[in-house]
């Protein structure tokens, strides 16, 4: 232990798109619902330096954060993994043709799949660089002139898949935030139109410099999610078009709402007939009768329950650029999951 399809690794996020279930699709821009493709979802991109002979890097999760991690070889068959910023979890054996999942200490989400090609003694250690990967399926293409000129609005579908022996249970989808949240202060938007928001105390330095936020009252009801098309360490400036987004009415802010950084995206899942979710024709077309949720926790978010072994599940997402929109080199969108797996 531990082995693959068990712990973080029971629940594994496939490409829409295939002609039958399990059928080659590799393009994430033709996720576009239909069946489930043997292609994996990337979470990030890696480079390695000094590589260990006779081993294949399968899969990261993206719980394991930009940075370098590292695959040290601690005897002649085992492995640790240590993750940017964290601590080498404990070593696990692997034997020539297995594949394995490798753990960081005290946060099994942040794991590595690997697989051993050869019965040579394993030597050495190897350093992964990981950064975002750009332009997956929950990234999407890149927004062109016209697009971010006119305001857009696109879809893409995966498929949870529970690949365990085992049922998982207490399934939950939800959106990331981008950022720290913060309280409003001096500013606060107006029941219509283009405003500002200030802040109570504190900055936005580590807010992206255009984007969506979402606002809250401090008692945690959602009142809006708005477009802040610049900022600066105080003030987010919110234009007209920059209102109602992601399902939500526009409304009067008050002194003590609580804001946060999060991407254009709302989310809504779909449960397949006979292996198949809906496919629409194009990126452009909204699939139909679902329910879009743009929750920021577990508690409020999609919650699926518990998945049998083999049950699969269709998630769709939303993405919204707004007409005008600010030219940026990189836009991250972040999804989160949790759930209780052997």
């Known amino acids: 232990m531990p082995d693959q399809k068990t712990h973080a690794d029971s629940i594994r996020l496939y490409l829409t798109g295939a002609a039958s279930q399990g059928a080659a699709q590799a393009d994430p821009n033709l996720s576009l619902g239909g069946f489930r493709s043997s292609s994996e979802i ?45 601590s080498a979890g404990p070593a696990v054996t692997i034997l020539n043709g297995e594949t394995k999942i490798l753990e960081a200490a005290g946060a099994p989400e942040k ?36 697009e971010a000129a006119a305001g857009d609005t ?12 085992t049922e998982v249970k207490n399934v939950k989808i939800y959106i990331g935030t981008l950022g720290a949240s913060k309280t409003s202060g001096g500013a606060q938007l107006g029941a219509s139109g283009g405003g500002s928001i200030g802040l109570a105390a504190g900055n936005f330095n580590d807010w992206p410099d255009s984007g969506f936020a979402r606002i809250e009252t401090n008692g945690g009801t959602l009142r809006e999610i708005v477009y802040y098309s610049s900022r600066t360490a105080t003030t987010l400036t919110v234009p007209g078009a920059g209102r109602s987004l992601l399902g939500t009415s526009a409304q009067a802010g008050a002194s003590t ?43 409020g978010g999609i919650d699926v329950g518990d998945m049998g072994a083999d049950i699969e599940l269709g998630l769709w997402f939303e993405r919204s650029v707004v007409a005008g929109a600010t030219a940026e080199a990189s836009v991250l969108n972040m999804l989160k999951f949790s759930f209780d797996a052997a």
């Not at 040579?120 to 016209?146: C, H, K, P, R, Y």
């Not at 991407?263 to 009768?289: F, K, M, N, W």
């Open 257 to 299: 709402d609580v804001i946060y950084p999060v991407p254009g995206l709302r989310i809504a899942t779909e449960v397949p007939v006979s292996d198949e979710i809906q496919e629409v024709a194009d990126e452009s077309t909204p699939p139909t009768g679902l329910t879009w949720r743009t929750a920021i926790t577990a508690a």
């Open 42 to 86: 990337t979470h990030l991109a890696y480079s390695v330096s000094s590589p260990i002979a006779n081993l294949t890097i399968d899969f990261l999760a993206g719980a394991n954060g930009t940075g370098t991690g590292t695959i040290t070889v601690t005897g002649s068959d085992t492995l640790t993994w240590t993750p940017p910023g964290g």
């Open 154 to 165: 696109e879809y893409r579908a995966i498929m949870l898949k529970n690949e365990a022996a």
């Open 111 to 146: 794991f590595i799949r690997i697989s051993r090609t050869s019965a040579d003694a394993l030597t050495g250690t190897a350093t992964l660089t990981l950064t975002d990967q750009f332009n997956n399926v929950i990234g999407m293409d890149n927004v062109s002139s016209a």
